[in-house]
């Protein structure tokens, strides 16, 4: 019996011709895939790297209601544009801290749900999506008593609009430095967040958006922290509820105002320094006695002024 000889060699390498079969392939169809397989490695060589994702930094790493929570982004690639943060799907402002480093200050208070909060940024960079959890925060209940005059006031809308405007204030410029100052020796009287029943009707959708400090009327009010006076209302300009008023802009975002004053000892446009005289404690406005009303405005919203004290936020 004549032995079967193999059809091909399983010792060296395939031809072209073997590779194909017997009938060669039409001379085009071979050269479309040789050029194709160039193109492919061309666009392989030639394609950017994955860009670096963020690094994302939540202080504090576990905040509650009422926290201003500082978003710091770093860039890994030393790209210069600044990064969009998002939290929840609300854009905040963002400001360059210097070495490819930004910052975003999240406002949070007692309206604000706890729960999960999901942070975005998009620029150059990827990022992994990070989030924090707020947590929830049991703030007292105060009962306050207001004579028949002062439940009457309502407010005016040239004051309203004052203040809204000193809310809405962005300045680039970063004019705080450390944390800030005590207004005031007098003593705390009425803490922030505090949920209020007025004349025995609880107060809906509303917090006590500051410290209040209990002063002789005349005694010192000192400025905080630096910045530029962005607003003086006075009770005989219209400032009927919210009494003789400064606004200070401390800058990205960041404002103080006080309230119930006696007097005014600045003016707007002025540049004031930490622990500079700015007015005295008064009673005007709706106001049960002498007492400072300090608050904290990040970005619009009252938040409680304790953490920019203590340091906590850069």
Do not use: C
Request: aromatic fraction near 10%; glycine fraction near 10%.
């Amino acid at each position: 019996m004549t032995p079967i000889k193999p059809t091909m060699s399983l010792s060296r390498p395939l031809g072209l011709k073997a590779m194909l079969g017997r009938r060669p392939w039409p001379w085009r169809a071979v050269t479309f895939m040789v050029v194709a397989s160039f193109v492919a490695a061309l666009v392989t060589l030639l394609s950017p790297l994955p860009a670096q994702a963020y690094d994302v930094a939540i202080q504090p790493a576990s905040p509650q209601q009422g926290d201003t929570v500082a978003i710091v982004v770093t860039a890994n690639a030393g790209t210069r544009d600044t990064p969009t943060v998002s939290v929840n799907g609300e854009t905040y402002p963002t400001f360059a801290l210097g070495s490819g480093r930004y910052r975003t200050l999240v406002p949070s208070s007692p309206l604000h749900s706890s729960g999960r909060y999901v942070i975005q940024v998009t620029g150059s960079e990827r990022t992994r999506n990070p989030a924090f959890w707020l947590d929830r925060r049991n703030f007292p209940v105060q009962r306050i008593t207001l004579s028949s005059s002062a439940a009457s006031i309502e407010g005016t809308d040239h004051e309203f609009d004052r203040v809204q405007a000193f809310k809405d204030v962005l300045s680039p410029q970063k004019y705080w430095n450390g944390p800030f100052l005590r207004p005031s020796q007098g003593r705390v009287s009425s803490e922030y967040g505090v949920r209020r029943y007025y004349n025995g009707v609880f107060a809906e959708d509303y917090y006590h958006r500051g410290i209040d400090y209990a002063a002789a009327t005349g005694s010192p009010v000192v400025a905080p922290a630096a910045g530029r006076v962005s607003l003086v209302g006075r009770v005989a300009d219209g400032f009927a509820l919210h009494g003789n008023t400064i606004g200070i802009d401390h800058g990205q975002g960041v404002g103080s105002i006080f309230i119930h004053l006696n007097s005014i000892a600045v003016s707007e446009g002025d540049m004031v320094q930490p622990g500079q005289t700015i007015g005295t404690i008064g009673s005007t406005g709706a106001s049960t006695g002498p007492h400072l009303h300090w608050g904290v405005y990040v970005n619009g919203v009252a938040v409680d002024p304790g953490p920019w004290r203590n340091g906590s936020i850069e």
